[in-house]
């Protein structure tokens, strides 16, 4: 209860939330890692920080020596100064301070930390340890990097084109996945109203996010490998289209199709198709390089069949639906997509924390 | 021992969501020590007890592992929220309830007559956690949508595979977007636990898949003038990295934080196709490079780090079933119950909560309200 009234006072809650700002307002949290941290680690940490400064949280993220390294690494923007937009997203709306003449953090009054494994653990705030393989795996301490993670999780396994050579999530999913996780097991170390300390282990966090790789030996046939290519990406005339579909749609796609030779018994059932893919596909792809990929979505939604358009992220800055619902957010790095929900039909906090910039070292 | 009790023990959640996104979400909260109530109808079952193909037994429906590792640690009750009698009683217990999670096509709770208003004129601080393709607003939000139909719309695909050739989707196995939003949405939902402490008020959460994976895309967004493209294995923020083949077939991923831009690529692919796996991996790690052989379902299973992952766990009965993404020193959550049969607490949940009797109950299971058998 303690510190739960803290943060209450600090927000000036009143009973039917009055002047609060984010659901999170008055709650305070810290990120600090070593200089040293790995990149995904530090990614994480920022990730988690982020949502919770979108929520309204007061964050603090206290820099090494030097400056956080996100700030050096790219994308960058384009205008005259060139910052990273990677720290930028992340950043928006935290402060932050050097480490040097820190001699306590829980000086600062966190009600949370989220820290790497080489800082020490604060006595009173609840603590969220990032590392890339948690505690307890003796037999893991060589170096790792967000690729390998994917490799080691099976994620890699199942991203390729048939046969081929797998392909990684692209920007820094393995960070983020596991950012995702940290934030939860924040928040909800703040609802037990009592310390705690959690561990996030970047290869657990995406390893539960690819849980059907450990349950797939106990499945029945097809098989994972031979599914490969049945949801792929097929050529539009203006890019491409993300054919998705289910054993219920197949019916609709030979009509959207409309090729008689789809109704042969070789692609009557899902096994069936994709013992025959090569075929199925050679059949498939001229229908589809013959139309605009906007005109294919309008045509496959009428069917109700679930493929997409992949946009590019110049076609989402004009995407009628992210507009309608104010996801992107104009701000001075840049336009930037808001936390993605709807929080009592409004983004929480106004999107004012997105719209922020963080200061840097010298400006605090 | 009370102070020692998980997060969210005294939560109760009203469990409506199905496959991956809804009923994962609502998997982390029973994780967190939440009383979930996984709500089916015997007109319609989760679609994840159908996923799979296997030889449909007398309890097909019970057998799914795909169902099974995403719903243990909950509770199952079977409840026709089509009939007047079901959704009044469904309406009862959301009285008593915390959460609500539902993921259903948007326009299903509506006509259920179980939209938002009609939630929260039965319980004004509940909190509802709506999670769907798109949002539940805009002129997409009834669009048909699986996770990597949202990787290709959100801007993800378009970023993922060859410099050269097309983009690649995570496919059925993965299914990225629906994963993620588990975390995202059950982090939401905590958020909003902490919020409701704070000022007493239920709270409507509007959760959109597409969103959050573009948002996890979120620094390609800001680099405006120099639109992304794909890079294939490569990664700007690391100074060299591939997947190459070894001579045994196996692919090896090594990446390096320092080495030089200049490192010769086709030279290591040679000496990398040259070498069975385990001898390159060895290489490379006296090398300096951070690397591993690319695993499958198998492989991770043998892997002697598997035993010690959080991701995974055991059922009392010894069953292999889904674990955590993070884990508590003081506290460490645990599957406690394994994954309940269709309906196999319908009697318990409506006589604790609601105090059902037995003559009751059975006229409800005459009438098809309750059930433990899909029917139709």
Known sequence: M??????????????????????????????????????????????????????????????????????????????????????????????????????????????????????????????????????????????????????????????????????????????????????????????????????????????????????????????????????????????????????RDWPALIDLVGDVRLREPRFATRQARLENLDALMDLLRPWFAARRKADIYREAQSRHIPLGPVWTISDLLRDAQYIERDFLA??????????????????????????????????? | MTDLALPLKNIRVLDLGIITAGAATSALLADLGADVIKVEAPNYIDPFRVWVDFEKKDDWWNSSPYFNFTNRNKRSLCLDLKQTAGRDIFLRLVALSDVLVEN????????????????????????????????????????????????????????????????????????????????????????????????????????????????????????????PSREGNADRCTAFQMIARAADGTWIALSSATADRSVDERA??????????????????????????????????RAPWFAHSNAFASTSDGQSTKGFPFQFRETPMRVLRPTPALGQDTASVLGELLNLSESELASLASDGVIGDRPVG
């Open chain 1, 2 to 247: 303690h510190l739960d009234s803290q943060r209450q006072a600090r927000a000036g809650g009143t009973a039917n939330g009055t002047g609060v700002r984010g659901p999170l307002e008055g709650t305070r949290i810290i990120e600090a890692a070593d200089a040293a941290a790995p990149l995904h680690v530090r990614l994480a940490i920022a990730m988690a920080g982020k949502i919770a400064c979108e929520l309204g949280a007061e964050v603090t993220v206290v820099e090494p020596s030097g400056g956080d390294p996100i700030r050096r690494l790219p994308p960058f923007q384009q205008g005259l100064d060139k910052r990273s937009a990677l720290f930028e997203f992340l950043n928006g709306g935290k402060r932050a301070i050097p480490a040097h003449g820190l001699s306590n953090r829980d000086d600062l009054g966190a009600d949370a930390v989220l820290i790497d494994e080489s800082v020490r653990l604060p006595d009173h705030a609840s603590a969220v340890v990032v590392s890339t393989f948690g505690p307890h795996q003796p037999d893991l301490r060589e170096p790792a990097s967000e690729l390998t993670i994917m490799a080691m999780s099976g994620v890699l396994h199942l991203i390729s084109q048939q046969a081929g050579e797998p392909f990684r999530l692209p920007g820094h999913q393995p960070s983020y996945a596991a950012g995702l996780a940290a934030f939860l097991a924040m928040t909800a170390g703040l609802l037990a109203q009592r310390r705690t300390v959690a561990d996030v282990s970047v290869l657990d966090a995406l390893l539960w996010v690819n849980w059907k790789i450990a349950c797939g030996p106990l499945l029945a046939p097809p098989a994972r490998d031979r599914s490969i290519g049945e949801w792929q990406a097929v050529a539009a005339s203006d890019g491409y289209v993300a054919l998705v579909y289910m054993d």
């Open chain 1, 330 to 364: 104009a701000t001075p790095a840049g336009i930037m997509p808001r936390l993605p929900v709807m929080w009592n039909g409004r983004r929480p906090n106004n999107g004012e924390s997105t719209r922020q910039r963080i200061g840097s070292v010298l400006d605090d």
């Open chain 2, 104 to 227: 259903f096509r948007r326009g299903v709770m509506d006509r259920l007559g179980l939209g938002v208003d009609a939630l929260r004129a039965a319980n004004p601080k509940l909190i509802v956690a709506a999670i769907s393709s798109q949002g539940e607003t805009g002129p997409e939000r009834d669009v048909s949508s699986f996770g990597s139909t949202l990787e290709a719309t959100s801007g993800m695909a378009h970023l993922a595979g060859p410099v050269d050739g097309p983009p690649v989707l995570t496919g059925r196995d993965l299914n990225y977007p629906d994963q993620v939003v588990a975390l995202f949405a059950a982090g939401m939902i905590a958020a909003a636990l902490l919020s409701r402490r704070r000022t007493g008020a239920g709270v409507h959460l509007d959760i959109s898949q597409r969103e959050l994976t573009s948002f996890l895309l979120g620094e390609q967004f800001l680099s405006d003038g120099a639109m």
């Open chain 2, 268 to 301: 290591l692919r040679r000496t990398i196709a040259e070498l069975p796996a385990d001898q390159a991996l060895a290489r490379l790690k006296a090398d300096g490079f951070a690397c591993s052989a690319v695993l499958d379902g198998e492989d991770i299973r």
